[in-house]
């Protein structure tokens, strides 16, 4: 499935909710979910700069796709990374780069965010397209 087709389903998801408790719900259920980084990928390296919590996330090409994994300190921001990296991750790295996040606007999540957390939000996508920009350069 390719990221808009994704974002699509995310936007669906979070337009059953009627209120933004049952959606921060969600997005903690979505925490739980989360593909858990390796413990020797928890490291300062990749600490995501910018955010309040701690935020993991480690990149790794398989074939010609970037898989992400990650963990947080925080459950709302571990449910926001998960998030991201259902968009992102197998995909291939020029996919990722060409993106756009509307998404997160349609969902109304930077608005329904601490002035922090949305800064951590901003932090985590221009992470994870720094991943795929490193290694689109790879690949090419």
């Known amino acids: ?37 390796d413990e020797k990928y928890k490291i300062d390296g990749n600490i995501i700069k910018g955010c309040q919590s701690k935020v993991w996330v480690h990149a790794e090409l398989e074939g010609d796709k970037l898989v992400f994994t990650a963990d947080s300190d925080a459950i709302i921001t571990k449910g926001i990374i998960a998030i991201l990296i259902r968009v992102f991750s197998n995909q291939k790295p020029q996919d990722i780069i060409d993106a756009d996040t509307e998404f997160i606007d349609e969902i109304g999540l930077k608005e329904h965010l601490s002035p922090t957390r949305a800064n951590g939000l901003v932090s985590m996508v221009k992470q994870l397209k720094m991943y795929a920009i490193a290694y689109q350069t790879q690949l090419n």
């Open 1 to 37: 499935m390719g990221i808009k087709e994704i974002q699509e389903e995310i936007v669906d998801e979070f337009s059953m909710f009627e209120d933004w408790m049952q959606r921060y719900e969600y997005m903690i259920e979505l925490g739980k979910s989360l593909p858990l980084i």
